[in-house]
């Protein structure tokens, strides 16, 4: 297909009435889908139901003869830390296992460095002026409300293809009141990125104006490939120790994608002095985490190659759904210039560019073809994408019929958005009021 900005004013005007047309019909269908946030789907959950018959009445004691259903073990099981040690790139040592929820953990720090400061802090961050942080963007939007909540300055920085543009963070990085950073250092939310390794090392090894600078190292997808590639990134808590910096990186991970989002395990790992601060922290709220769940896991997963087997599960129930948005992309998109989208090889996105100015509109027409999608700049601090442009599509938890309904009409959406915008550039008289 020929560019739209290509087409003659007749051609985009016949094309513009073509795919209104198919794009009625898609909403006359009248169906009611919602592409919005990156749940597994009930087929996923049901490969672990397994978990939900351990550790089983007689089997509650753990490998150093614990009685699990009773109070303690603040750190978590020594065999569920040694289980997640090499997924988090860490000994088992300076792992801690938490609840259900790694958001809560990094919550959790932010928190207790607001309160208390971290490892190195001159005085808690809520008696600065001003703390700020680097915010890879499009990112997660739920790393975005934390910073919200609490009042932090987020600075938004592009993203390469390779992570995030190294010399924008490295300049931003050297004012103290920038704090830390958030990472999604591998298949990020949305973009799919993976970080290169001379990424990591140059965050490991930045100058930071604040002495107590940390990288949020949320490695929410380590182990969610979505081709027979596994991607390895370098291990930044190594990569950190290497240049002096050992205390620069907090490292989150959780099994809420592995086994059960609302059930699963979340983890910290970090250097010997972080995992104590964090533990004497967490031991003021708690007297332990949830035992029976860690040995839940241990029994059902047992090692990592048990890990691995139950995402390559993962990998067949998705992977087509992911397929599935892309070939509708390609054969309604592809040449047309209203759009580019990532082709993730991991994680639980696809990000959408469309036509400049245009997401919001295609979130619009989408909605009224009974079609929920990720409102346009949740993915952006504050949720103001300044080109108004990105899209977050979440393909895992809809089932494949409904992913491929789904993609015809996102991807007629955004085909229409773009013609309209490329009729108002040409004719400004009739541009649709915003
Ligand atoms: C980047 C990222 N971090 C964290 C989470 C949530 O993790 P958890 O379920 O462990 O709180 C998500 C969920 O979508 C995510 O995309």
Known sequence: MTTIADLSDADLEALRARVQDQYDAFR???????????????????LSSGLLALPGNADHFTEAGEDARNYGGLQGLAEARALFAPMLGAPPDRVVVGNNSSLALMHDCIVWALLKGVVGSPRPWSKEAEVAFICPSPGYDRHFAICEEYGFRMLPVPMTGEGPDMDAVEALAANPAVKGMWC??????????IYSAATVERLAAMKTGAPDFRLFWDNAYVVHHLTERRHEILNILEACARVGNADRAFVFASTSKVTLAGGGLAFFASSSANVKWLLARAGKRTIGPDKLNQLRHVRFLRDEAGILRLMDAHRALIAPKFAAVEEALERRLAGTGVARWTRPEGGYFISVDARKETAK?????????????????????????????????????????????????????????GIEKEGALRRPELARPA
């Open 28 to 46: 006359a269908q009248g169906l009611k889908l919602d592409m919005t946030r990156g749940k597994p789907a009930p087929e996923q959950l049901d």
């Open 184 to 193: 999604v250092p591998k298949y990020s939310n949305p973009t799919g990125e």
């Open 361 to 417: 509109r295609v979130v619009a027409l989408a909605k009224d073809a009974g079609l929920a999608l990720t409102p346009a700049g949740a993915t952006w601090p504050f949720g103001q994408d300044p080109d108004d442009s990105s899209l977050r599509l979440a393909p895992t938890y809809p089932s494949l019929e409904e992913v491929r309904a789904a993609s015809e009409g996102i991807a007629l959406c955004i085909l229409l958005a």
